[in-house]
Nanobody
């Protein structure tokens, strides 16, 4: 199973970006797909996750600003990020866990400027 994150870039504070995590197999049987981020000099942290039933969870730091969603047909999970702040600057990676599998994808860099 391969994951490919994309959609990062440079954005001004207050702006928006949408990240995409493309999965190489059907996501219908993947129990959970999550977004994590790692800022320079900091530990990787959980940002958002969505289950196969569509139940979503968020870190407190992004709740109300970020929205995770999934498109089973396109085998993608999205992270819509609004009202971006400088402290959202990080490399964002997606992670998937399903029956007998667990994998990480490459990250995509998000830089928020003042």
């Amino acid at each position: 199973v391969q994951l490919q994150a994309s959609g990062g870039g440079l954005v001004q504070a207050g702006g928006s970006l949408r990240l995409s995590c493309a999965v190489s197999i059907s996501i219908l049987n993947i129990n959970t797909i999550r977004w994590y981020r790692q800022a320079p000099g900091k530990l990787r942290e959980f940002i958002a996750g969505i289950t196969s039933l569509g139940s979503a969870a968020y870190a407190g730091s992004v709740k109300g600003r970020f929205t995770i969603s999934r498109d089973n047909t396109k085998k993608r999970v999205y992270l819509q990020m609004n009202s971006l702040k400088n402290e959202d600057t990080a490399v964002y990676s997606c992670y998937a866990r399903g029956p007998s599998m667990e994998t990480w994808g490459d990250g995509t860099l998000v830089t928020v400027s003042s």
